[in-house]
């Protein structure tokens, strides 16, 4: 019995094995039939249809068969992908004939011209920076497409979200097109109204102030600030981070920053969602040194930030950058400095320690300069702070930058470094946007002292890219007219020694406070260089040729006696410090200046000029008022002769409101002409204020003391007054940063003054250029 079950069970294992082995060789029957059935017969000719500038040989070398090869499908469809990967196309079909594979194309159109309709806030050459496709190039819908996305991403960035393109194509013989954009531009899509959601302590219109984005007025005509702009909204998100940890909320964050277009599709509605945080002040602060032979107590006085204050990111990141250039000074190149933050959410405060340790060892290996098409190598070479082979130092690295710009020759100026041929080598790249640095400019004016006036500028800061300067002017108003032109080199000697050399003809009317009219031609040769980075030294000598004329029957005396010309050759020293934080409208520093003049080189007149001055100003006790004093002092001497009346010192008019110019000092009483003096001095008080309109405006208010006094002169007699008495005014006056150019409107108010003074009450300024 059992061995007929064993012999069973083999039988089964065999019968088994049969069925598997016949079920497989029946499926690889069926594949190789629908394999058959696919391929079918070698394809005997591949021809290609429809072809008109493409050769047939081109279409061929896509196709992934050959005459005599079996046919695929699967080849066959590769085929037909590659074909229409090349863009040549506009269809493609592949059929079989026989044994005859038939490649049927219709090909794309050539471009012919390209066009646009409908543009006028945007040319043409704008627009066709901005597209792809150009004339001769394959026509194809997904390019045309993509080419008006891209001009309309180019309006909205100018603030027109309403811009619509529409593509026209225009069918043109030998399968040739022109391709039109119509372009509907549409209004500026404004900003209508900015929101904040989150704030308390704040208010919306203190936070609107910080952000770049404005709401939309008509005052508002020269800026682009209140269009909408994706790339300012992402500017503005920070620039309210900035404020917020400056203030001492270092938890703060901007939730979301949202732009809804309005239901008419004007304007926009931006609303930022904020989380302000708890207030933190400064706990302890200290500073700890790696560096040999550096102690910490060197350093702990150029820390700016105080234990209990209220926590400021800008003091720490100020701190960081003047010790960072301090430990510099002092010889360590490779100097890094970080600040270590501790918070405390519970006790609300933040303790910093400021680690100065040594940074890793980097050199500059190499300068590259790209960008310049214009602008020599030389001129941006010899800003820079740092040569190859010098330690790399991020500080002089932006000091660089700074100095690149204030050159104002590039649009933008970019500075990174990459890594070198070896760990311990940077390569510093300088990219350049170079923008035109010739300028002509028309300028109009009137001022209650000089009447009307105007002038012609033509100035080319970059003479041949060299970073020269030339400029040629004219000037004519009612009381003055001047022709001058100058040349300045920057580095004489390619050395850091700026030369140059001026010359002018001038007239003046003098005839409303001293009967007369002078007339001056002349010119100088001036050297200047920087003794250190705030202080500076001028050196100049001049040769001018000066003629008192038109001088007044009724004249003075003392005026009459000095009819004719003189010759004046004489050498100037100036020394200028300079710690202002603006150039015009400073709002914060000091500057002190020392002028020194010898005339006697030769020529008819001798004598000896000083001339000293100096200001402060500061921000006082609330946003965007500034505080400022200023004074001056001069005194010319005649060495063995009398000063001219020409040479002397006038005072009035803009120098000591409330007087007209020249009504202050000496006076011939029977003539009523000023003589003017050898001793001045004048101080000037002021503070500036915002007067609660939108701070766009650029109007700001003031509230000015000005004391002076002008005396000393050589002659005299009963009817010549020269009182060395003080003389002081107190006003108010309003200034406006219009778009037609600054005006300012003074009313004075003399409180302490000689009978003879002339007085000038209302004083108003206005110039532009154009």
């Known amino acids: 019995m059992r061995r007929f079950l064993t012999t069973a069970a083999l039988v089964g294992l065999l019968l088994s094995i049969a069925q598997a082995v016949a079920g497989g060789a029946l499926a690889q ?35 992934q068969v050959k005459p005599g090869d079996p046919y695929d499908a699967e080849l066959v469809d590769q085929s037909l992908k590659s074909l229409f990967k090349t863009g040549l196309f506009a269809d493609v079909t592949l059929r079989r004939e026989g044994n005859t594979l038939v490649v049927q194309v219709v090909e794309n159109p050539i471009i012919n011209r390209i066009a646009f309709e409908g543009n006028d806030k945007l040319d043409d050459p704008t627009l066709e920076s901005e597209v792809t496709l150009r004339p001769r190039v394959v026509y194809t819908r997904t390019r045309v497409q993509s080419d008006v996305r ?37 209004p500026l899509t404004g900003i209508r109204a900015i929101n904040f959601i989150g704030n308390r302590i704040f208010s919306d219109k ?12 008509w005052w508002r005509i020269l800026t682009s600030d209140d269009t909408y702009d994706p790339d300012r909204l992402t500017f503005d998100r920070e620039l309210l981070r900035r404020f917020y940890l400056a203030e001492g909320y270092a938890d703060f964050r901007v939730v979301s920053a949202v732009a809804e277009l309005t239901p008419d599709r004007e304007d926009f509605l931006i609303t930022f969602t904020v989380e302000e945080g708890q207030r933190y002040t400064f706990a302890a602060i200290d500073v700890v040194s790696e560096l040999k032979d550096l102690e910490p107590e060197q350093l702990r006085s150029l820390v700016l930030t105080d234990e209990g204050d209220w926590y400021n990111a800008d003091q720490v990141e100020a701190t960081v950058q003047t010790l960072s250039d301090t430990v510099g000074s002092f010889g360590y190149a490779f100097v890094e400095v970080r600040p270590r933050v ?55 690295v932006r000091r660089s930058r700074s100095r690149l710009q204030n050159l104002d020759f590039f649009k933008s100026v970019q500075i990174t470094n990459v890594p070198g041929s070896a760990p311990d080598r940077t390569v510093v790249e300088v990219e350049v946007q170079e923008k035109s640095t010739g300028e002509l400019s028309l300028g109009a004016g009137f001022s209650t002292s000089a009447g009307f006036l105007g002038d012609l500028t033509l100035s080319e800061r970059n003479l041949l890219g060299k970073g020269q300067n030339l400029r040629v002017g004219i000037s004519l108003g ?97 020394f200028y410090y300079n710690r202002l934080n603006a150039r015009f409208n400073p709002t914060d520093g000091s500057f002190v200046r020392y002028d020194n003049d010898l005339a006697g080189l030769g020529g008819s007149v001798n004598y000896v000029k000083n001339t000293v001055g100096g200001g402060y100003f500061m921000p006082l006790f609330f946003p965007q008022v500034t505080g400022g004093v200023t004074a ?38 029977s003539t009523d002409d000023a003589l003017g ?70 009313l004075s108010e003399p409180i302490v003054k000689e009978d003879f003074d002339k007085e000038q009450r209302f004083q108003f300024n206005f110039g532009t250029r154009f």
């Not at 979200?161 to 040739?176: C, D, S, Y």
């Not at 020409?646 to 020249?662: P, S, V």
């Not at 005396?711 to 006056?733: F, K």
């Open 206 to 217: 203190s936070l609107r102030g910080v952000v770049q984005t404005t709401e939309s007025a």
């Open 29 to 63: 029957a069926r594949v190789t039939a629908v394999q058959l059935a696919q391929a079918g017969p070698p394809i005997g000719e591949v021809r290609v249809v429809g072809t008109q500038r493409i050769e047939p040989a081109t279409v061929l070398s896509y196709m």
């Open 632 to 669: 001056e002092y001069g005194n010319i001497t005649g060495i063995n002769e009398d000063v001219r009346i020409i040479d002397r010192y006038r005072l009035g008019g803009d120098k000591l409101r409330g007087f007209e110019n020249g009504g202050v000092g000496p006076r011939d009483l």
């Open 478 to 574: 009612q009381r003055r007219q001047q022709f001058d032109i100058s040349f300045t080199e920057p580095y004489f000697l390619d050395k850091d020694l700026s030369a140059g050399v001026d010359a002018f003809r001038r007239q003046v009317d003098l005839q409303e406070e001293s009967s007369f009219d002078t007339n001056d031609t002349g010119g100088s040769l001036r050297l200047g260089y920087q003794i250190t980075p705030p202080l500076r030294h001028n050196i100049r000598y001049s040769l001018i040729r000066r003629e008192v004329e038109q001088v007044n029957e009724d004249a003075s005396i003392v005026i009459q006696q000095q009819k004719g010309t003189t010759t004046t050759s004489s050498i100037s020293n100036g």
């Open 677 to 746: 003096g050898n001793q001045f001095y004048l101080g000037t008080a002021e503070v500036t204020f915002p007067l609660g309109l939108p701070e766009e405006l650029g109007i700001l208010g003031a509230a000015f003391t000005d004391i002076g006094s002008l005396w000393d002169i050589n002659e005299s007699g009963p009817l010549i007054v020269s009182e060395h008495q003080i003389r002081a005014a107190v006003g108010v006056g309003v200034s406006w940063r219009s778009p037609f150019g600054p005006v300012r409107v003074n």
């Open 342 to 396: 501790r918070r405390d959410r519970d006790a609300l405060t933040i303790s910093v320690t400021y680690e100065v340790r040594e940074g890793p060892r980097v050199y500059i290996e190499r300068i590259d300069i790209v960008g310049n098409v214009r602008t020599v190598d030389t001129v941006i070479r010899r800003e820079f702070l740092l040569v190859e082979g010098d330690a790399f130092d991020s500080a002089r």
């Open 150 to 186: 891209r001009i309309l991403d180019l309006y909205r960035r100018s603030g027109r979200f309403a811009a619509t393109v529409n593509p026209q194509v225009i069918q043109l013989e030998q399968n040739r097109v022109d391709l039109v954009f119509e372009i509907n531009e549409g």
